[in-house]
């Protein structure tokens, strides 16, 4: 079975900072891997896919993910906040076609 | 406009009501998703369709019922409303990225409130 642990369910920066969303995930063989964000009141948007070809994933919006296999991680880090990255993240892993999400990290950025 | 439809974007009905949301995808992708999002859970897969005569039972269907009308629309029915199916729903959309990971297209939401 696969499935991914989102280890924040809250984070608070401050704009122009670092951000860091942990993600671990369990998958009995080489999972694809993504990061959606959902703004307030909006639906889901993709930020990034692993899929195997680079371990260091870039996405949009300056977002950017590692793939560790073993550390059994895919964490989520931009260098620096902005207030429009205040919204929430879901780690997801592929499966037989059909996606499994964590349960969401919430961001705050503080002006 | 949209590659992913659904309406209503907003519901309101009381318990034991039939209601049917309803998504339209221009991408031209094969397979279609209907998902629930609940407060701290993130999304959970209700039902699933990988082509026109194909439908599959996901995490949490009891209660639900899909119809794939076509290629381009599933709609997701809720027989009778109970006040526990109160959620956003969203729909998605997958076919063939470039390296092959399907991921998924979502649609923006059908927030429903049973009474």
């Known amino acids: 079975a696969q499935s991914v642990t989102q280890l924040d369910s809250h984070v608070s920066v401050s704009e122009g900072t670092p951000v860091l969303l942990r993600c671990n995930y369990s998958?009995?063989?080489?999972?694809?891997l993504f990061w959606y964000v959902q703004h307030p009141n909006k639906g889901l948007q993709l930020l990034l896919k692993?899929?195997?070809?680079?371990?260091l994933v870039k996405g949009i919006n300056g977002f950017e993910a590692e793939f560790k296999k073993s550390e059994t991680s895919f964490h989520l880090t931009k260098p620096s906040a902005h207030m429009s990255d205040a919204a929430e993240y879901f780690c997801?892993?592929?499966?037989?076609?059909?996606?499994?999400f964590g349960a969401g990290t919430t961001v705050t950025v503080r002006a | 406009d949209a590659d992913v439809t659904q309406t209503p974007r907003n519901r309101i009905t009381k318990t034991g009501k039939r209601i049917m949301l309803e998504c339209s995808q221009t991408?031209?992708?094969?397979?279609m998703y209907w998902y629930r999002q609940d407060p701290g859970l993130g999304l959970r897969l209700i039902y699933y369709?990988?082509?026109?005569?194909?439908?599959n039972k996901g995490e949490i269907s009891d209660g639900y019922s899909v119809s794939r009308q076509a290629q381009a629309k599933f709609s997701l029915s809720l027989e009778s409303a109970i006040p526990n199916q109160t959620a956003l729903y969203f729909c998605?959309?997958?076919?063939?990225?470039?390296?092959?990971?399907?991921?998924?297209?979502f649609g923006p939401g059908t927030r429903l409130t049973v009474t």
């Open positions: 998605a959309t997958s076919g063939p990225g470039t390296s092959g990971s399907y991921e998924q297209y």
């Open positions: 998958s009995s063989y080489s999972p694809s």
């Open positions: 692993y899929t195997s070809a680079a371990t």
């Open positions: 997801v892993v592929s499966y037989d076609y059909k996606l499994s």
């Open positions: 991408k031209g992708h094969d397979r």
């Open positions: 369709s990988f082509d026109v005569k194909d439908i």
